[in-house]
């Protein structure tokens, strides 16, 4: 290595210098750093840390609010089209299009969260629709195999019960009834044909459903009879009569003629066929006679007897 000397006895390439440690602690240096920081810790809030409402950030933000807003409102309260308007009912059902139409009518016009319709294609499932038509019409047990099919159609069948007879109140009102006695709910609608009206002294406020009401001894001989009614009779039997609190173990049979029959609690079934049978052959020759009937009394086990309108008996 060479080195120069100046005039005064050092070397000349080399310099001065400070330890970097030393010149890094300086006073002066140090107050520059945190200066520093301060202005670049304050263009960072300004820049990003937050915004206002007014500026440019802050407005696209309000105004994707605003568009969010109105476009749930047009898709679930305001827009008819995902309103469900359609249904197709798979397999057979007893309600007309009409009475369908009416469970879809009641749920729209119910509100979830208060704005929105009852029978949105987004809400509406087996579970509402199965609980609306139980309330119109008693016999629905629920709705079955629930499909959508966007954006306002459904798709599902109606279990129906089994419902056996209609049930007059003492105050007129009538109850489906099915096969054990149990009353199933109030009929609000036309009954469907074929169905024996049963009249009792029961209050209208004890039928409620799930009770029962009727012996299963008495619905057993309802059904009895309407099985084994000749086809070939042009008269019906359309309804039945415990009349017990009158006459003990009365019942009487109305048929569609407008007269009745009286038969004996207990009676056997097949004997009373038979014996009508014999009284309509024997007694009872033809339409005119039968049609101008009061009643027919089969009470007793070897004799009949028949009482026609304007007669004395009929009072």
Known sequence: MTLRFNGRGRATGLKNKVNPSLR???QNFQAKIETQ???NSAK??????????FTPVGLAAALGGLILVVVCSWFFVFSAKF???QAA????TTLTAEQIDKIFYNLQDKRIFFIIPGNHYLFLDAKDISAEAQKLYPHIEAATNFQKDFPNKVVFGLAEKKYAFVLIGN???????????IVLGALRTAAPEGLIYLKTAEPSGSLLP???VLNEAFLGFAE???ELWPAAWQFKPVSMEIYSEKEAGEHRIFTSEGWFIKTERGDNPENLIQNLSLILQDEIKTDEVRQNLAYIDLRLSNRAFYCSKGQACSR
């Open 37 to 39: 920081k301060m202005k």
């Open 24 to 26: 890094f602690r300086r």
């Open 210 to 212: 799930g009770a029962k």
């Open 171 to 181: 105050d007129g009102r009538h109850y489906l009834v099915d096969a054990g006695g």
């Open 44 to 53: 960072r809030y300004h820049s990003g840390g937050s915004f206002g409402i």
């Open 89 to 92: 009912i798979e397999g057979g």
């Open 224 to 226: 009895k009879i309407k």
């Open 83 to 85: 309103l469900v308007n």
